[in-house]
C-alpha cells in the first residue's frame, strides 16, 4: 500500500516536470519573449532594444538553463551593468545584492512575479484557488447526491417510467456543454429582457430587474444563494447528467446479478434490496467517475468564471494567457497537475475501500 | 404464518402449470401442463437436459420469474396455499422463511460486498424481528451446522475469502435460517468439484432428515438424484415425461426418452462392450418449434407416424406402480426389456509407437500477492515432474479435480506456456520450450486441442466453412482455394455435419455441432496428437454421447494419439486405454483403465471414485467423502500432497508423509503409484464400487 502511495507520488512529480518544461518551453518561444519585452517596455522597441532587454532580464541563456533556475536548481542569474549596479532573477529590487539568496525558484517556494496582476504568483494562485475551491466544493455539494440520487432512482428499475424521464433529462443535460447551459441559464433568469425575469418583474414577484444576478463577483466577498446559483448550477448539470448515467449503468447491472435475486428470494424488501444490498456495489464504478471529475471541473470553471466574471483559478489561467504571463500560467499548470494526479490517487485508493475483493484478494 | 395445515398433505401441488415468456416477436412456452406433488419430508428431483424448464419450475415456485416470465395456467399450492394469487407482500414473507432456494453458482449468489455475518443474519431479522446480536448467535450456529470450521472467522469474513465448497455451504446455510419447509436445490453442485460435491450431497440429505425439509432437487445429474432424491420428474421440452420413485423410474422406467438418457450416459460399473452408449439421435427442439403431439417424437426411435404426432398426449398411470406416471401412448406396447438395439462393435485401432514422450516435466508460475503489486512473489507450483509416454492410436486419460495442473499441462504441450524444465519429445523434436509462435506449421498441424467450450472458441462474425478453411490455409493444406475447401467439405463429412453447414454463422449451431466444428478444425491439418480438454462437459448428457463416439471414431481412423483431459471418472472409464490421476501438480496414479479403476488405489483415486455419483440403482458404492478443501497451489502442504486429507495417512509408519513426498512405485503391470503406504494395506484395499448381484 505504502509501496503504491509512493509510487504514484513519484509518478505525479515527474508527470510535473514532463508538463511544465513543455509548458516552459512554448511561452519561451522567440517570438513570445519578444512579444513580452515589448509588453514590459515599450511598444515600439527596435529589434536590438528588444535583445538586449532580454539580455539584462536573464532571457537570453538557454531554455534548459532558465528551466532549472525557475525550478530553483541552477542559481538565478546576476549581471552586472556598467555602472557596477548587480541585478538578478533573486534580488530584489532595492535590496542588497550580497544579502540576496542564490537560488530562487518553485523549491524554494519563489513562483516568480505576475506580469498582470503585479503580484507574486503565489499570492495570485493562493486567491484565486481559495475563490474556485468554494465553487468546487458547492457543484460537488449539487452534483454528488443529485446524480447518484437520479443514477439509482432510473437503475433500480430499468425501462421503468421513472427510468425513462430521468435518463431523457440527464443524457439532455450532458450533451449540453457548459458554455450553452451558462448561456441559456442566463437568459432564462439573469436577463431584464428575456426569459422569465421581466414576467416576474411586472406581477411584482420580484423587486430588481432580473430573478438572479448575471454575474458572480460579488461572491467572491460574500457567497450567496442568489449570487452563486447561476454558476454553480452551470457547472453541476453537466456532471449531474454524466455521473447518473453511470451510476444507472451500474446500478441496472447490479440488479441483474444474482446476488440481488437471492436477497429478494431472502424475502428482503424492495427498498432494502436496493439500500442495503445494492447501493454499495454500484457505487463503486460511479466512485471513479466522481474523481474523474474533478480534473474535467478545472475545465468548465475556466469558462463559467469567465462568463460569470468570478475571479477564480479558470478566470486567471484566462488572463495569464491571454496576457503572456508566463509564470502566472507555469505555476496554473502545476496545480492543474496536481488536481488531476491526486484526485486519481484518492480514487484509486477509495475504490479499493469499496470493493473488499480488491483490498485482500 | 402458523396457519393449521395437515402434515399429511403435500407441501407443494404443482398443477397444470404452464409458463411462457413474452418477448417482441412471439410468446415462447417454456413449461406446459406440468403437474407434480412434494409430500412433507420428501426429496424430489427434478431432471431434464438444458432448456427443458425445470429450472423455469423452481423460479415459478418462487414466482420470481423475471419480467417477462408470466403464468399462463394452472395452479402452485405451496401447503394448501395457491402462490399463483398471492400478492408481493405476502409472497416475501413465505420467500426465505418458508420457502429457500439455493443456487448453482455459489460466488454469484452472495454479495460479494457484505460479510457472510450480515448476509446470514439478515434472514431472521427480517421474518421473525430478532434481535442483531441474537441473529448473529443463530448465525454462527447454523455455519457449524454445516460443518464449515472456525465459524467465527467464516461469519466475518467477505464471500471471496472462502473457497467454491464452503461458499456452497454458506449459500445452504443462509436457506436454513429460518428452518423452511420447502428447500429448492437448482444444481447446487455443478460448479464443484466430484470430492467436494460427495460433501455437499451428504450434508443436504443430512439435514434434510434432520429439520424434515422437503426438497425440490434440479440436476442434470442422475446420479446425484439417485443419492439424494425419493422421487423423480424427467423433464423434456417444457413437460413431464415420466415421475415416480427413484427406484422404479431407474429399474422400470416406461418413457423413451427417460430410456434414451439412461442409455447415453456411461456408467463406471459396465462394460462399454455389453453396453455401449447410444446417443439420442437429432436436437432439442427450440421452444417455438416443438412438434405436434409427442415433443420427443421426432428423436424416438418407437415412434409411430400417425398416432404419435396426432394430438396432444396426457399423463397416464403405470400399470402395477405406486404414483409412476408416464407421458407416452404407447406405454403397453414397447418392450421395456430390450437391450438396445445397436451393437456395432468397432475394432480397437493397434497401438503403436511412441508419439509423446515427456521426462520431469515441470511448471513454476511465479505471482505477485499484493493488490498494489510489490509484496511478496510467491511460487505456484502447477506441474510437478511429469513423466509419460502416449503411443500411436491411444487414448490417455487424465483426471483430477479444477486446480490440479491438467489444464497447465495441456498449455505447456501446446506451446501457450513453456516448460520450467523437463522435456517434452513430439515424435523425434524437443518442443518443450518452444512457444508456439516458433514451432513450425508440420508441428502445430501435428499437435492440435479441442477446446472445453464450444460456445467461446468459434468466431462468431464469421461461417463455419471460412473458419475451417482458414485452419487449412494456416496448415498451407492445398494448392488453391477449390482443394481447400473439397477438403473442408470432407472435413464436416468426417464430424457427421451435413454440408450445407459450410455456410452457416456459429450462432445458428447447437452446442454439440458447434464442438464438432471445433473437432473438425482440431483435425484439419491431419493431427496425430489431439488434446481434448474436457471436450464434453459443456454439452448436455444426450449430446455427449455422440460426440465422444465421434471422438472414438476419428481416432480409429486416423490411429491419432487422444489426450482426453477430464474429471468425469464415467466417461474416462468408458473411452480410455490408459488413465493418469493428477492431484496438485502431481501425477499420483497411472496405469492402464482397470488397473486405476480397481484396486489398490492411490487414496486419492479411491476417494475419487467413491465420489462420483453413479446412475445405477445396483451399484453400491463405499463413500468416502474428504474432509476439507483441496490446498491451494501457492501454498501445498509439506510432504505428500494429499496428506491434508488423506484417510490412510495412519496407516504409514513415523510420519512419513508429513515430511517427504512419496517416490513413484510401479507395480506389477506397470501400474505407477506415488505413494508411502506399504505394499500390504495396499493389497488389502477394498474396491470402492461393487455391483449387486441381481
Known amino acids: 500500500m505504502l509501496m503504491f502511495v509512493l509510487r504514484r507520488i513519484g509518478v505525479m512529480i515527474l508527470t510535473a516536470f514532463a508538463l511544465t518544461f513543455v509548458v516552459f518551453y512554448m511561452t519561451n518561444l522567440p517570438p513570445n519573449l519578444e512579444k513580452l519585452a515589448k509588453s514590459e517596455a515599450s511598444v515600439r522597441m527596435e529589434d536590438d532594444a528588444v535583445i538586449s532587454w532580454l539580455a539584462e532580464n536573464g532571457y537570453s541563456s ?154 458572480a463577483t460579488s461572491a467572491m466577498d460574500d457567497i450567496t444563494f442568489m449570487n452563486f446559483f447561476l454558476p454553480v448550477m452551470t457547472i453541476a448539470l453537466y456532471g449531474i447528467g454524466y455521473i447518473a448515467r453511470m451510476t444507472r449503468a451500474s446500478m441496472t447491472e447490479v440488479m441483474t446479478q444474482q446476488y440481488i435475486r437471492t436477497a429478494r428470494l431472502k424475502g428482503v424488501g424492495f427498498r432494502q434490496v436496493v439500500m442495503r444490498h445494492a447501493l454499495r456495489n454500484a457505487l463503486i464504478a460511479p466512485f471513479t467517475v466522481i474523481m474523474l471529475q474533478f480534473p474535467w471541473l478545472l475545465n468548465g470553471v475556466v469558462i463559467v468564471e469567465t462568463l460569470f466574471n468570478y475571479k477564480g483559478f479558470g478566470w486567471t489561467l484566462v488572463q495569464a494567457a491571454g496576457n503572456n504571463d508566463i509564470n502566472t500560467l507555469l505555476a496554473c499548470s502545476v496545480v492543474a497537475v496536481f488536481v488531476v494526479l491526486v484526485t486519481q490517487l484518492i480514487s484509486d485508493i477509495g475504490y479499493v475501500f469499496l470493493n473488499p475483493r480488491i483490498r485482500l484478494a | 404464518m402458523s396457519e393449521p395445515w395437515d402434515p399429511s398433505k403435500p407441501i407443494l401441488e404443482i398443477e397444470n402449470l404452464s409458463i411462457s415468456f413474452f ?37 415459478a415456485v418462487m414466482r420470481d420469474l423475471g419480467k417477462n416470465g408470466r403464468i399462463t395456467g394452472g395452479s402452485i399450492r405451496f401447503k394448501g396455499r395457491d402462490l399463483t394469487r398471492m400478492g408481493e407482500e405476502e409472497l416475501r414473507h413465505l420467500r426465505g422463511s418458508e420457502m429457500a432456494m439455493i443456487y448453482q453458482e455459489p460466488m454469484a449468489s452472495l454479495n460479494p460486498a457484505m460479510k457472510i455475518g450480515a448476509q446470514l443474519a439478515e434472514v431472521p431479522m427480517i421474518h421473525r424481528g430478532m434481535a442483531k446480536d441474537e441473529a448473529w448467535k443463530l448465525a454462527r450456529q447454523i455455519v457449524a451446522d454445516v460443518r464449515l470450521p472456525d465459524p467465527d472467522r467464516i461469519l466475518n469474513a467477505y464471500p471471496h475469502q472462502l473457497s467454491g465448497g464452503q461458499q456452497q455451504r454458506i449459500v445452504i446455510a443462509m436457506a436454513l435460517m429460518s428452518k423452511p419447509a420447502l428447500l429448492i436445490l437448482d444444481e447446487p453442485t455443478t460448479a464443484l468439484d466430484v470430492t467436494v460435491e460427495a460433501g455437499i450431497v451428504d450434508l443436504v440429505k443430512d439435514l434434510g432428515e434432520k429439520y424434515g425439509t422437503s426438497m425440490l432437487f434440479i440436476s442434470h445429474n442422475l446420479g446425484l438424484v439417485l443419492d439424494v432424491c425419493d422421487r423423480l420428474c424427467v423433464m423434456y421440452s417444457g413437460e413431464a415425461v415420466e415421475t415416480g420413485n427413484v427406484e422404479e423410474v431407474f429399474d422400470k422406467m416406461r418413457h423413451p426418452y427417460t430410456q434414451a438418457l439412461f442409455r447415453s450416459i ?8 455389453a453396453r455401449p452408449l447410444v446417443a439420442i439421435p437429432g436436437n432439442f427442439p427450440l421452444p417455438h418449434e416443438r412438434p405436434r403431439g409427442c415433443n420427443f417424437g421426432p428423436r424416438c426411435s418407437y415412434f409411430v407416424e400417425g398416432r404419435c404426432n396426432a394430438q396432444d398426449i396426457p399423463m397416464v398411470d403405470v400399470a402395477d406402480a405406486h404414483r409412476h406416471e408416464s407421458r407416452c401412448l404407447r406405454i403397453t406396447e414397447i418392450d421395456w426389456s430390450a437391450p438396445p438395439a445397436v451393437a456395432r462393435t468397432a475394432e480397437k485401432a493397434e497401438i503403436g509407437r511412441v508419439v509423446l514422450k515427456l521426462e520431469d516435466l515441470k511448471k513454476y508460475y511465479s505471482v505477485g500477492t499484493s493488490a498494489f503489486g510489490g509484496g511478496m512473489k510467491k511460487v505456484v507450483k502447477a506441474n510437478e515432474t ?68 464450444p460456445f467461446d472458441t468459434l468466431n462468431p462474425s464469421s461461417t463455419v466453412g471460412r473458419q475451417i478453411i482458414r485452419a487449412l490455409e494456416i496448415f498451407k493444406f ?158 501445498p502442504p509439506p510432504g505428500c500432497p494429499f496428506q491434508t486429507r488423506c484417510r490412510w495417512k495412519s496407516q504409514v509408519a513415523g510420519g512419513l508423509c508429513d515430511r517427504e513426498v512419496p517416490p513413484v512405485r510401479t507395480l506389477e503391470g506397470g501400474h505407477q503409484i506415488k505413494c508411502h503406504l506399504p505394499d500390504d494395506v495396499l493389497a488389502s484395499m477394498e474396491p470402492v464400487i461393487k455391483i449387486a448381484a441381481e
Open chain 1, 62 to 215: 538557454p531554455v534548459l538553463q532558465r528551466y532549472g533556475e525557475w525550478l530553483g536548481v541552477v542559481p538565478g542569474w546576476t549581471r552586472t551593468d556598467e555602472t557596477g549596479k548587480i541585478t538578478g532573477r533573486c534580488i530584489k529590487a532595492g535590496t542588497d545584492p550580497a544579502t540576496a539568496p542564490g537560488y530562487c525558484g518553485v523549491l524554494q517556494g519563489d513562483w516568480g512575479f505576475s506580469t498582470v496582476f503585479k503580484q507574486p504568483v503565489s499570492e495570485v494562485l493562493a486567491r484565486s484557488l481559495g475563490a474556485t475551491g468554494w465553487l468546487m466544493f458547492w457543484v460537488m455539494a449539487v452534483m454528488v447526491p443529485t446524480s447518484l440520487l437520479l443514477g439509482v432512482l432510473s437503475g433500480m428499475r430499468e425501462g421503468s417510467r421513472t427510468d425513462r424521464v430521468l435518463s431523457t433529462f440527464a443524457i439532455t443535460t450532458t450533451a449540453t456543454p457548459e458554455y450553452v447551459s451558462g448561456v441559456i441559464l442566463i437568459a432564462l433568469l439573469a436577463s431584464a429582457t428575456a426569459g422569465i425575469s421581466p414576467i416576474l418583474n411586472e406581477a411584482g414577484w420580484i423587486s430588481g430587474k432580473t430573478l438572479f444576478p448575471g454575474t
Open chain 2, 23 to 59: 418477448t417482441r416477436l412471439r410468446e415462447i412456452p417454456a413449461v406446459m401442463d406440468f403437474s407434480c406433488t412434494v409430500m412433507a419430508g420428501e426429496a424430489m428431483g427434478l431432471v431434464g437436459e438444458s432448456g427443458c424448464g425445470k429450472s423455469t419450475v423452481a423460479l
Open chain 2, 266 to 273: 456411461p456408467l463406471p460399473g459396465a462394460d462399454k462392450n
Open chain 2, 386 to 453: 511429469l513423466t509419460f509416454e502416449a503411443r500411436e492410436g491411444e487414448t490417455l486419460a487424465i483426471v483430477g479435480e479444477s486446480g490440479c495442473g491438467k489444464s497447465t499441462f495441456a498449455k505447456v504441450l501446446m506451446g501457450l506456456e513453456t516448460a520450467t524444465s523437463g522435456k517434452i519429445m513430439l515424435f523425434d523434436e524437443n518442443v518443450q520450450s518452444t512457444p508456439i509462435q516458433m514451432r513450425g506449421t508440420d508441428t502445430i498441424s501435428k499437435l492440435q486441442m479441442v477446446f472445453q467450450n
Open chain 2, 478 to 635: 492445398g494448392d488453391s482455394d477449390a482443394e481447400r475447401h473439397a477438403r473442408m467439405l470432407e472435413l464436416l463429412d468426417l464430424v457427421k455435419l451435413p454440408r450445407a453447414f459450410a455456410d452457416r454463422m456459429p450462432r445458428q449451431l447447437s452446442g454439440g455441432q458447434k464442438q464438432r466444428v471445433g473437432i473438425a478444425r482440431a483435425f484439419a491439418g491431419g493431427a496425430k496428437v489431439v488434446v481434448a480438454d474436457e471436450p464434453v462437459s459443456a454439452l448436455d448428457v444426450s449430446v455427449q454421447a455422440a460426440v465422444t463416439d465421434l471422438l472414438m471414431d476419428i481416432q480409429r481412423k486416423n490411429k491419432t494419439t487422444l489426450l482426453f483431459i477430464s474429471h468425469d471418472l464415467s466417461i474416462v472409464r468408458y473411452l480410455s486405454d490408459r488413465v493418469m490421476v493428477m492431484y496438485l501438480g502431481h501425477v499420483v496414479e497411472m496405469g492402464t483403465t482397470d488397473q486405476v479403476f480397481s484396486p489398490p488405489y492411490h487414496p486419492y483415486t479411491e476417494a475419487l471414485l467413491s465420489a462420483v455419483p453413479i446412475a445405477d440403482t445396483r451399484v453400491q458404492r463405499n463413500r468416502i467423502v474428504l474432509e476439507g478443501d483441496i490446498p491451494s497451489a501457492v501454498n
